[in-house]
């Protein structure tokens, strides 16, 4: 993974010369002056924590897994949000952990949390590293140091339970190689996020993850049957049945703890039969409120195809759903409806002669083929996008179907208002019956501040998201990005109770402090 960019540099590239243009006659986009710094040239603070404490983390997980190198501390400093890149492109390396672990087994991290709460040093657990809301930028004030907790080495497909259709797996698997296990047994979880060939499992159910087809598999967190969970206060072993009227489902207690309850050590996710044929089609909407309808009425009346997205007017004219042919879209909404499975046929012909009805027209497979190939590979292009001064970043809220309209218009208006003239593109990412995610992409130029001018308007976005009623977030998660609005979401007796949990897994406060869980406010 490229420490100050997206993925494997090798497959960087160059921007086309149509979105240069774009870039330039449409936002008045100007190269940066400085370029990206070298990883050699990164700033990062001195080791804060002591020989012996560096010691004492050997003594657990064995000193060739103890790193306190430059380029390891680098490589865990902060995730792959916008801001998070040009800090480090601008060789700001200030959040860097003062050493990395990789630890072998729920024994060493359950061993190392005692350490850590012991000796007073901040935990940070460490999946891809891929979070875009500040959730691996530990607050370092009253700890004698920060340890990113990689999870690299706890990478095993554990048990496959093919009459159950479950299959357990530890932490640090990330999904392609998930995916890749299970395809040798004919099956798939069905969880493609755009973040699909870094991020672990153990960061999605960390972090309530959604994929590209979760309308068809549902939502990361509806594929965990079991959690094992290491805390300072001791192990959580979660979940003995698919369903359970056995009181509050601590399971819902861990999903989303983005690591400040404690490390999932093990996950038994739900898997399915890989689909023999996927077949992923275009559809062409007058405009967003037909389109919205269309989906809204899939989501209710059935059936839903696997992969199921509108973009707006915007989004469809600049051509974002296929990242290949940027520059290249055509008028009205473009919709991809996927369909994955052997007994596709029938719900695909359902689906549609529905989407018929409500007035789409049929592309055929030319813009779903689009999409499918150029589906992971928009992050590599917001690399290409900050090196030509522009900024680009995504954000995301859900809301009821009623309230969307306003939802859609509230952040528009925030974005507009925040940063003058940008592009802001946005599509339904994710539709369930009641309502569904809203997913912007905002791209604008790099002022002589870009990281400010990027937290100003995403100041602006929270509130204005909090006050248009919809959630701050649908499944990046809270961090430290979102976590005042999220506060905001629970008000003054959720806080306490997030607050009480956080104190009873985690009294001595080293896991994530400053993630997710606001300062206790009185009730
Ligand atoms: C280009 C790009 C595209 C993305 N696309 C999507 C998308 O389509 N859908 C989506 O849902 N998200 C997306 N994301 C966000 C991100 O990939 C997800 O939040 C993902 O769940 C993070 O997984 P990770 O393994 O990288 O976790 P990390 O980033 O390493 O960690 C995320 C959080 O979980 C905690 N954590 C990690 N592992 C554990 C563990 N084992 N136990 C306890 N806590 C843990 C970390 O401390 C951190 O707070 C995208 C991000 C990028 C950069």
Known sequence: MSWSGWGDPARARELPEQVRTLLHDLLGVRAPAVPAVALEAVRVPPVALPGPLVEALAGVAGAEHVLTTHEARVRHTRGKSTPDLLRMRA?????????????????????????????????????GGTSVVGGLAAARA????????????????????????????????????????????????????????YATLGGFAA????????????????MVMGLTVATPAGTLDLGRAPKSAAGPDLRQLVLGSEGAFGVITSLRLRVRRAPAERRYEGWRFASFAAGSAAVRTLAQEGPVPAVLRLSDETETMIGLAEPDAIGSGGSGCLLIAGHEGASETGRRAAVSALLARLGGEPLGAGPGEAWERGRFSAPYLRDSLLAAGAAVETLETAGFWANLPRLYDAVRLALLGALGSPLVMCHVSHAYETGASLYFTVVTPQDADPVAQWERAKAEVNAAIVEAGGTITHHHGVGRDHRDAYAAELGPVGVSVLDAVK???????ILNPGVLVPPATPA
């Open 91 to 127: 060789g700001d390396g200030s959040d860097a952990p003062d050493a990395v672990v990789l630890p072998g087994s729920h024994e060493e991290v359950a061993g190392l949390l005692r350490l850590c709460s012991a000796e007073r040093i901040a935990v940070v657990p460490f999946g």
């Open 142 to 197: 009253g700890f004698a140091g920060v340890v990113a907790l990689d999870l690299a080495r706890l990478d095993r497909l554990r048990a496959v339970d093919t009459e159950s259709m479950v299959a357990e797996f530890e932490p640090g698997v990330r999904a392609a190689e998930a995916e890749r296990l299970l395809a040798a047994r004919g099956l798939t979880l069905g969880h493609f996020p755009q973040s699909f060939e």
């Open 207 to 222: 972090a309530r993850s959604s994929g590209q087809a979760s309308a068809g598999y549902g939502r990361f967190d509806d």
């Open 503 to 509: 104190t009873r897994l985690d009294p001595a406060g």
